[in-house]
């Protein structure tokens, strides 16, 4: 498994991390994550599956870098606090590694958020505060409100069927030194295994690449992720072979060529 450095912190994230909304699984399938060095899960307060990814990493916390969210309707200060509380017992934890804004609320100003944040990282009950969901202009102006942290990444979807973030998001974060965590890599799985038939051309493209390779398109379709600098990605799976064929989309690299053709493939 390969590194990415989450922002400007030093920590070294696995690049392939693992998903859970609506995730069904059991403990199995995360701890096989774990063990293969996919050892970052994402979960959310409004996930419902906290409980299940404390399950998993309550052997190896340490080795974990567990990341959750309050959800965007809790922005208030206090709402903020309260929810990274019931997120730490539902976790049973005692830190949240990295904790994200779900998204952006146009009611709360964002500097009430953000220093709920502050105030949870100088407690010790936070290590590292992202957000999720919010545009350049979002983006922006909660790291302006940041009064003694910076705002270390930045969740959003990201894969070869959604590229909106190309255009302004991802230039400006691999500037400012700020971690895409690119949600639904795989496009919902429709990248691994159904594609609608307007995609057919691109993924007979996807297809081919992946028999050049000798990988799987949903290996393929990650790693082209992975080819953009500070982007890592948390596909979700609720099945152990699965969750092992995606972490094995990190450790290799397509070629400059393959990136392109894909590129072009679903531009
Ligand atoms: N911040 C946000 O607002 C937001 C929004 C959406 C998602 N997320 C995060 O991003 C994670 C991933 O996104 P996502 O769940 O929307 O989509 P995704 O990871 O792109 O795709 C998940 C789907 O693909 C299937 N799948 C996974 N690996 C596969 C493989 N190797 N071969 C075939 N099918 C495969 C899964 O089915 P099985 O489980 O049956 O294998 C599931 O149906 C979420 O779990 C969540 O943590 C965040």
């Known amino acids: 498994m390969e590194h990415k450095e989450l922002g400007a912190t030093g920590v070294k994230l696995p690049e392939v991390g693992l998903g859970t909304w609506q995730y069904r699984g059991s403990v199995e399938p995360l701890k096989k994550g774990i063990a293969l060095g996919a050892s970052f899960i ?15 990493i309550r052997e190896e916390r340490d080795r974990v870098f567990l990341a959750t969210k309050v959800s965007g309707n809790h922005l208030r200060y206090d709402e903020v606090l309260k929810a990274a509380e019931q997120s730490l017992k539902r976790l049973g934890v005692d830190r949240i590694d990295l904790y994200q804004i779900h998204w952006p609320d146009p009611g709360v100003p964002i500097r009430e958020t953000v220093r709920a944040m502050e105030t949870l990282v100088d407690s010790g009950k936070v290590r590292f505060i992202g957000v999720s969901n919010f545009y350049l202009a979002n983006l922006k102006e909660a790291q302006a409100c940041m009064a003694k942290y910076k705002i270390v990444s930045n969740q959003v979807k990201y894969s070869l069927l959604n590229r909106g973030i190309e255009e302004d998001m991802l230039p400006y974060c691999q500037a400012n030194q700020i971690t895409v965590i690119a949600y639904s890599p795989l496009a919902r799985g429709e990248l691994a295994s159904r594609p609608l038939l307007k995609h057919r051309d691109a993924f007979n493209i996807l297809q081919n690449i992946a028999h050049q390779t000798g990988k799987t398109p949903a290996q393929v379709a990650l790693n082209w992720c992975l080819s953009r600098p500070n ?5 979700k799976s609720d099945k152990v072979e699965r969750v092992a064929e995606n972490c094995h989309a990190s450790g290799w690299k397509l070629s400059r060529e393959q990136i392109e053709a894909l590129n072009r493939a679903f531009g």
């Not at 994402?42 to 998993?56: K, L, Q, S």
């Not at 982007?231 to 596909?235: A, C, E, F, Q, Y």
């Open 231 to 235: 982007v890592v990605v948390i596909p």
């Open 42 to 56: 994402d979960t959310a307060e409004m996930y419902g599956t906290e409980p299940v990814v404390g399950e998993a």
